[in-house]
């Protein structure tokens, strides 16, 4: 999909809730379009849960390229939104945002219909210009991972919470047609959807946002990793794969597979 009739999905007036989950490669594309979401997301959460990473900082243009390329081959109609990655913000070295537009411009040639961008010293002037560059994009205020210290919930004094009310009021100034919110408290997620007129996305800012980001390999049970309070397992994939694996090895080892149904005679 590379229109913009995906914007329907975010009409705040819509009163069905947005359903927005993250996806790395083709096969996990397929699985999530198939299951309806209204949205992918290639989070830069990448670095994390598929390559073993510390942080999202460490991952770069090419690697968020190459698998968002395999996710829009397994998307389908779903429109698929991609992270600008930290590495490309922009820099006092470069305050004409070059390297941010063309990596938007990758994503849109490799088939998203939109970048997402978190707010940053730089983040209101990346928007501005890959808007500028014609390039429709979703914010991401609260807990902003590419640039944060704390990685706990973000708005709980007063200060810090009407600095997310002013970020996420400029970002939806600056262009931006949806606003995640992450890892705030619900009644600041919704006091700021009540003032947006873009629709807001919450991840751990509670039910009265205008829709919903989990991280896919978090909200399968296809990590080991510790996943935060605000994340619900809806499975436990992991334990399935390991089970099926073990299934396998001990066959193998006890001459039970290959058996005659597997084998070619
Ligand atoms: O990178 C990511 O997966 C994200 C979501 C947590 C919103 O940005």
Known sequence: MSDNNFLAVFNKN?????????????????????????VILVGDSLA??????DATTQIGMPEMLHHTQAVCRGAGQVPVV?????????????????????GAKAFIAAGCVAVKI???????????????AGIEVMAHVGLTPQTAVDFKVQGREAASAAAIVEQARAMEAAGCFAVVLECVPEGLAREITGALNVPTIGIGAGKFCD???????????LNDRKVPRFVKKYADVSGVIVNAIQS????????????DSHTFH
């Not at 829709?211 to 049970?221: A, C, E, K, P, S």
């Not at 396998?248 to 058996?259: A, I, K």
Request: proline residues 7%; hydrophobic residues 45%; aromatic residues 6%.
């Open 211 to 221: 829709g919903q980001v989990l991280v896919l390999h978090d909200m399968l049970g």
């Open 118 to 132: 978190e707010w940053s010293t730089h983040g209101l002037s990346a928007v501005r210009a890959v808007r500028q």
């Open 248 to 259: 396998y090895t001990q066959e193998v080892r006890q001459g039970l597979f290959p058996d």
């Open 48 to 53: 994390n849960v598929v390559l073993g990473l």
């Open 82 to 102: 991609a992270d600008i990655p930290a590495a490309v913000m922009p820099t006092e070295t470069d305050p004409a945002c070059t390297r941010c537009v063309d």
């Open 14 to 38: 819509n009163p069905r809730k947005i359903v927005m989950l993250t996806a790395y490669d083709y096969p996990s594309a397929v699985l999530v379009a198939r299951a309806g979401v209204d």
